[in-house]
């Protein structure tokens, strides 16, 4: 099987920009890696310079969280040859780190979608904070109401009572005392 086939068959391409594509390699633990070469591709810089940004920040960029080593993580049998045991894979959350150390154009139109993206975010946890919930249909009272037409049928009824006395009294209750 020819170099090509088996990145082919590892690799994932993931377009960043118009025109920028790089390659990813699917991983459980963290999503997906990069390699420093494919980082620096995307970024628009060099390979040294992902390099320095992660020895110039150990304090912001963790092993572990930020970036693996190859020879640290347990990757697919089709990546032989192509992640060597002391190569870098950066996670995505190292990507995203990477981003605030990186002086390239294309970092900085990444830093301003990123800006934008959180604020965005923010806003709309605010205005959802700020919106007061939504109030649950009234819940019907389950004694029985006294409509007008219940209220003819029960005088009604009331009519066929003997006792003048008992016939007033339940009338003038049913009627509010208003006759």
């Known amino acids: 099987m020819s170099k090509s ?11 960043v920009t118009e025109g920028v594509t790089v390659n990813v390699l699917p991983n459980e633990q963290h999503e997906y890696l990069m390699t420093r070469t494919e980082v620096a591709n995307g970024y ?3 390979k040294y310079s992902i390099l320095q940004a992660l020895h110039n920040h150990p304090d912001e960029l963790i092993e572990g969280k930020h970036y693996v080593l190859g020879g640290n993580i347990l990757l697919p049998p089709s990546t032989k040859g192509l992640i060597q045991p002391n190569s870098i894979l950066f996670t995505k959350r190292g990507i995203v780190r990477l981003g605030f150390f990186i002086k390239s154009e294309r970092a900085k139109l990444f830093r301003d979608w990123a800006e934008e993206l959180i604020i965005r975010i923010d806003e709309e946890c605010c205005r959802m904070a700020v919106t007061p919930p939504k109030q649950l249909p009234a819940v019907r009272r389950r004694h029985n109401r006294l409509t007008q037409e219940r209220l003819v049928n ?3 009824d ?4 003997e006792d003048k006395e008992l016939r007033l009294s339940i009338t003038d209750k049913l009627m509010g005392g208003v006759l």
């Open 44 to 46: 628009g810089a060099s």
């Open 5 to 15: 086939k088996e990145q082919a068959g590892s690799l994932l391409p993931m377009t």
């Open 154 to 156: 029960i005088l009604a």
């Open 158 to 161: 009331v009519c066929r009572i």
